[in-house]
């Protein structure tokens, strides 16, 4: 299917109703598709009831429509079977999710590697884990592009490595991460890997088998869907022989007061009432990302790239992060401007109706490892046009003015 | 919709510009440093207090134009307050941010925080180096007199 | 202000929509208001951004929603600070929270106290935390009524006990908790108390300091709002003092590969993108309820409560669970008929267009209790009306012919 | 909008009534219990197994009519034939209460299933005593066999 890319803008309510705004935050949230809203408010109008455990029809109606989700957000990500797919309520409750239940497989001494591009959200719970249990985090360095630096990948993956925990493309720098090089060197030594797409489902469905990765986890909210929903992808021996996390109704055999016994994946990660709604929605707008051509919103999105990375270069003292090549990056743009803070920058940007943000973008040691502390940054979805990249690159323009 | 073009207007450059006060006390009788987790501002204030009143100030700041002019406001008028000075001037100019109260008549220059006022995520970027002052002034007492209140 | 109840059914879409359907499962999940629904579909096409991160004015605007929801939950429980509300995924995340967080402050041989009548989302995460640090569990056990027996309560709450996690109110029987001598009892030994008002919430406005209590946890969806969101309140000063659970972006102060600080709560347990809109339509639902005349909708809920219990004592064999008198109790009837099983009276009753869970909602110990493995429960809300109430027992009567 | 009306036929509750092999066996070779979690229907399936044909079975079944109704056709026709059978046809209902294929055609009773189609959930209750047959077959062939497949 053939899609128009300059008409995507309307799918979406917030930006259709706002044709001035120029919204370049996609990373932290992406805008809702109309689709996802409907299959929301439809759900909650015509087929709200608690999951699993009814049997009169409107409950049959709602375990239906959140089991077929589960499928759906199974395709998106070419598992071999929706009951790999565990609904949580985000990218980061499913990263807390492996840490804890995965991470309780683990001892101290383990070796689990992540990256300096980790979001906060894929670093904070394996510094946890290693207080909780002793295990060993390692760190897989980044070259001055912001790249993984995979130079001492066989040092890194050793034989006490059960894990690599990895970002797939870094939400400051957008630099994809090498994942075929990471999980051959894991496979050899018997290590997991475990992939945050959180910003790489938005640019497209997965195939997690052919990654050959063993955890998936992305948010909703970033795949124009509604937030309070997330996915976690793992496979499925792996979550067999994991314990649960959070505990309550819904995921357990029996319970006793002496000892409680535990439902099979799915079911057994997901303690009480799931965001049904909420799967739904993302499940329509997953089904709706799946019938798009991906190869044309690439390039798009890579054309934008291109005209912003050319604009923000004719920037006396700008200074760029992430890879130079426009093939090794999501269409994630952050900068500095020497003497210009990034919240006076988005402040002054916001005046002219574009949404940008400045800071650390909850990747401080990234942003350390770079030398820098905080930077502004511009990201792109397939909604985004050529008059967004004009009015950012106008607004930069304003700002020097006004703050210098 | 040009609603912040107001919000930097040449005061706020200046104060940010003449940094008031950066630098560094060879005696302080109290220290603190304060970040704005969200943003990465972030100041680190000395004072030197003598019979309960600032005698110096110092203090080191990375953060936006509007929490570096703060900062400055505060090296150029904090030295001759007392603890509760400051706590009030706090009090009046975090109102007149959030419920826009009048600026506290005793700075005026804070006057020039008003169009700030329209959004509240830049309030802490206004306060954080009042904070860290009074953190500072709370370290210096402590230290001084053991523990008890100043009054 | 007083509202005709009456028309409340008019006011929740779904029920709106389908005249004849009779909803008794409200325990499970209430029908969501049409302000809430409203409320998520307006933030979602006018506010939507991600928060606490962003300068723009939209992101400006889905902050103030969002801390205006935290506001609006605050006085819907009359907490002295919306910084001692924390917005959740549910009850049940809610529950782990604090058995993790404040959990994780206990060491072995303290003793938490829960009762034999809890949902299992606030029985296996205390299980758990047995496990994990070797805490005493020790149960409040249950009266033939299923309200819990306090009769030797100050042997329970001893000088070990820290906390006492109890829920206000049965989803099987429906019967109250006696909190304000469990509060008593448990401040005279210092022990903290937990309510698990998943029941409590959805039958008005709740009084945490009036309670006395120190945590309190509840659902979005059993409130008429949206899915995937829920509250816990603490005590300010405790919240202060518990280690985060969740980890991730957003809560902390400071990262670096060595150490990570905190940031204060409530983000300190707001890891990760909460769920914005979701929160925002459970305020609007909390403001409508707080709109109501409570007096006026318990003496109706309790009226056909009475009406229900009464019709159902007329089935010859019929065992009811639960207190006798309707003030113990709130309006969630549980029933036994000998040789019909749940699930078939269920199913007979669904093809009356009635909406009836049967099976051990989520409560097995309490079961066991009271000897039964499996029960049929209606569970009444402030939109329920007679015509439910006859149906049922119409409905009941068709189930005995037809099954036996 | 009554659908569920003919979905009690008399078949259902005369074998539910009927309970054909409720009891225990004596000599098992194999057994197993299963439960659905979330409705509290439970099935307990001893097995004797001769040259890898069931030569007994017994039930003991808590559960609803379409459970307790399923457990009943087990104990009536489970006698003589081997795992591959068994497996065949809980294949067979599966697929005929899932997908709408014909009723398997050994086993013709359980037409009386068809009008459960049209309620998921309690597809669960109808298959419990054949997962748990086919479990029970299974322990039987690996204490006999030694975990080699009977094939
Ligand atoms: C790379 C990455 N990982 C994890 C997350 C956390 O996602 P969420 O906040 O939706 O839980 C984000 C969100 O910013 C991210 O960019
Ligand atoms: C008493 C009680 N506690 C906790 C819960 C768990 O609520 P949720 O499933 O919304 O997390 C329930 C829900 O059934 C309940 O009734």
Redesign the interface.
């Known amino acids: 299917m053939s899609v128009a890319p300059a008409s995507l803008r309307d799918e979406f309510p917030l930006l259709a109703a706002a044709p ?1 705004l120029h919204y370049l935050d996609s990373a932290a949230t992406a805008q809702i598709h109309r689709l996802a809203l409907d299959a929301v408010v439809c759900h909650e109008t015509t087929c709200r009831a608690n999951v699993s455990r009814g049997t009169y029809r409107l409950a049959e109606a709602a375990d239906l429509a959140y089991e077929q989700a589960r499928q759906t957000a199974a395709r998106f990500l070419n598992a071999s079977s929706a009951d790999e797919v565990i609904f949580t309520s985000g990218a980061t409750a499913a990263l807390n999710l492996v840490a804890h239940s995965f991470g309780g497989t683990l001892k101290a001494g383990d070796r689990v590697l992540i990256s300096v591009a980790e979001h906060h959200s894929n670093f904070v719970p394996w510094q946890m884990l290693r207080e909780r249990t002793g295990i060993e985090l390692a760190l897989i360095p980044v070259l001055a592009s912001g790249q993984l630096d995979l130079a001492h990948l066989s040092e890194l993956i050793d034989s006490n490595c059960r894990l690599v925990a990895v970002t797939q493309c870094s939400n400051v720098t957008g630099a994809w991460t090498d994942v075929a090089t990471l999980v051959a060197a894991a496979r050899k030594v018997g290590a997991k890997v475990l992939l945050d797409g959180a910003q790489g489902a938005q640019h497209g469905p997965q195939d997690v088998r052919a990654l050959g990765i063993d955890f998936y986890a992305f948010s909703g909210h970033k795949c124009f869907g509604p937030g309070g929903v997330g996915v976690l992808w793992g496979r499925g021996e792996l979550l067999a022989a994991m314990p649960p996390f959070l505990t309550g109704g819904g995921m357990i055999a029996e319970v006793t007061p002496a000892e409680t016994t535990w439902a099979p994946p799915p079911q057994r990660f997901e303690a009480g009432t799931p965001p049904i709604a909420q799967a739904v929605g993302l499940a329509a707008a997953l089904e709706w990302m799946m019938s798009l051509d991906w190869l044309q919103i690439h390039a798009r999105e890579n054309r934008l790239c291109e005209l912003l990375i050319e604009g923000l270069q004719r920037i006396p003292g700008l200074r760029l992060l992430g890879p130079e090549a426009s093939a090794e990056r999501a269409p994630i743009v952050s900068f500095e401007i020497p003497g210009l ?4 920058i988005c ?2 940007l ?4 574009l949404a940008l943000r ?3 973008h909850c990747a401080q040691p990234l942003l350390a490892a770079l030398g820098a ?2 930077c502004t940054r511009a990201s792109i979805a397939l909604y985004s046009d050529e008059a967004d990249i004009e009015a950012l690159l106008d607004g930069l323009r304003f700002a020097l003015q ?3 | ?5 107001s ?2 207007e040449d005061a706020i ?1 200046q104060f940010a510009q003449a940094g008031h006060g950066h630098g560094q006390l060879a005696a302080a009788t109290g220290a603190a440093k304060l ?1 704005n ?5 972030r100041v680190r204030v000395q004072v030197a207090v003598a019979s309960d009143h600032i005698a110096a100030i110092a203090h080191d700041t ?6 570096r002019a703060a900062a400055a406001v505060i090296g150029l008028r904090a030295v001759g307050q007392d603890e509760l000075g400051i706590e009030a001037i706090t009090t009046g100019l975090e109102s007149m941010l959030k419920h826009g109260s009048p600026v506290p008549a005793a700075w005026p220059e804070l006057s020039m925080f008003e169009p700030a006022r329209a ?4 309030h802490r ?1 206004v306060l954080l180096p009042f904070r860290a002052l009074l953190a500072a002034l709370q370290e210096s007492r402590r230290s001084q007199h053991g523990d008890i209140p100043v009054l």
């Open positions: 001035q803070h990034p919240h006076d402040q002054v916001d005046a002219h109706n400045g800071g650390h502390e905080v006004e703050l210098t | 919709m040009n609603q912040s073009d919000l930097y450059k970040d987790p969200l943003c990465g501002d990375k953060g936006c134009l509007l929490c959004y509240p995520s830049r970027c």
